[in-house]
């Protein structure tokens, strides 16, 4: 990996819940989770259940010194947490941010919930990383390493979500899931976030089809993404926070459709990596 070196790997893809078995062996079983390299400085989105392999790969790096960002707080956003080996190496560093929880919750208090008697053995004093945690407003534009900038602005769902447009290098990877539009009228959070960007990872949680009977679950649809994408300039629309029934040969038909709506377009897989 050279230093000016951009990609994104998905290690979890799929929504609200996990759901692995043969139906979703292609596509992958696994919750939110994904690396982001600028350089060599590492950014991970969100810590469910994908957060698990990806802990197991970065073992093999030696200790940890990453910018972690949530999306939210659902359970299927942050259940990789307990599971995250890398809390208890007294070399690993993390910075763990939000932004949609002040001024009721932080981030460091919705994490140290999951660690505590009866959900898991693992207390928060076996945790020996160093650990900063920040709560910010979703909007604000945050700089967590010279040369890496993320924009931020909340997204529309239950208690709140963050969408992260992440730049360096010239180029922008975005980052909006867990967000429900409204038919006819594109959201211009989103457009603001995305424009000119070169990639953008939506969530795709159902069709527009299967959308009406969904109003009100804080997701979107694979034709929203579309629209967003071709409204804003973005070069590369990614599919991605796959229903949980919606197994592999559901998802090759999705891929077959988007493809041809907006070519180019790109169905997210566990392990797939992207260049912008």
Same mark, same amino acid.
Not at 34 to 57: M, N, S, Y
Not at 93 to 100: C, E, F, M, R, Y
């Given at each position: 990996?050279?230093? &000016?070196?951009?990609? !994104?790997?998905?290690?979890?893809?799929?929504?609200?819940?996990?759901?692995?078995?043969?139906?979703?062996?292609? %596509? =992958?079983?696994?919750?939110?989770?994904?690396?982001?390299?600028? =350089?060599?400085?590492?950014? *991970?989105?969100?810590?469910?259940?994908?957060?698990?392999?990806?802990?197991?790969?970065?073992?093999?790096?030696?200790?940890? &010194?990453?910018?972690?960002?949530?999306?939210?707080?659902?359970?299927?956003? *942050?259940?990789?947490?307990?599971?995250?080996?890398?809390?208890?190496?007294?070399?690993?560093?993390?910075?763990?941010?939000?932004?949609?929880?002040?001024?009721?919750?932080? *981030?460091?208090?919705?994490?140290?919930?999951?660690?505590?008697?009866?959900?898991?053995?693992?207390?928060?004093?076996?945790?020996?990383?160093?650990?900063?945690?920040?709560?910010? $407003?979703?909007?604000?534009?945050?700089?967590?390493?010279? =040369? /890496?900038?993320?924009?931020?602005?909340?997204?529309?769902?239950?208690?709140?979500?963050?969408? %992260?447009?992440?730049?360096?290098?010239?180029?922008? *990877?975005?980052?909006?899931?867990?967000?429900?539009?409204?038919? =006819?009228?594109?959201?211009?959070? /989103?457009?603001?976030?995305?424009?000119?960007?070169?990639?953008?990872?939506?969530?795709?949680?159902?069709?527009?089809?299967?959308?009406?009977?969904?109003?009100?679950?804080? $997701?979107?649809?694979?034709?929203?993404?579309?629209?967003?994408?071709?409204?804003?300039?973005?070069?590369?629309?990614?599919?991605?926070?796959?229903?949980?029934?919606?197994?592999?040969?559901?998802?090759?038909?999705?891929?077959?459709?988007?493809?041809?709506?907006?070519?180019?377009? !790109?169905?997210?897989?566990?392990?797939?990596?992207?260049?912008?």
């Amino acid at each position: 990996m050279t230093n &000016d070196d951009f990609y !994104v790997r998905f290690w979890g893809v799929r929504g609200s819940m996990p759901c692995p078995g043969v139906a979703t062996e292609r %596509y =992958g079983g696994n919750t939110s989770c994904l690396e982001i390299r600028c =350089g060599g400085r590492l950014i *991970i989105l969100d810590g469910g259940t994908g957060l698990r392999p990806f802990d197991r790969a970065l073992a093999a790096d030696g200790p940890l &010194d990453a910018d972690m960002f949530f999306s939210h707080a659902h359970l299927d956003h *942050i259940c990789g947490w307990p599971f995250f080996t890398s809390l208890l190496r007294p070399q690993s560093s993390l910075t763990v941010s939000a932004g949609h929880l002040l001024p009721d919750h932080t *981030i460091e208090q919705v994490l140290a919930g999951l660690l505590r008697d009866p959900f898991t053995p693992v207390r928060p004093d076996r945790v020996r990383a160093r650990i900063t945690y920040h709560d910010f $407003h979703a909007g604000e534009t945050l700089e967590p390493r010279p =040369g /890496i900038r993320l924009r931020t602005a909340p997204l529309n769902h239950p208690q709140g979500a963050t969408g %992260y447009r992440v730049e360096y290098g010239g180029r922008a *990877i975005c980052y909006l899931t867990d967000t429900e539009h409204v038919p =006819g009228a594109a959201d211009r959070n /989103i457009l603001g976030l995305i424009a000119g960007a070169d990639m953008v990872i939506y969530d795709s949680t159902y069709t527009d089809e299967e959308f009406p009977g969904y109003v009100n679950w804080g $997701h979107s649809t694979w034709q929203e993404g579309v629209r967003l994408c071709d409204a804003a300039g973005v070069k590369t629309f990614v599919v991605f926070h796959h229903e949980p029934d919606h197994g592999d040969d559901f998802m090759d038909r999705v891929a077959a459709d988007v493809e041809r709506a907006r070519p180019g377009s !790109v169905v997210a897989r566990e392990g797939m990596t992207l260049r912008p």
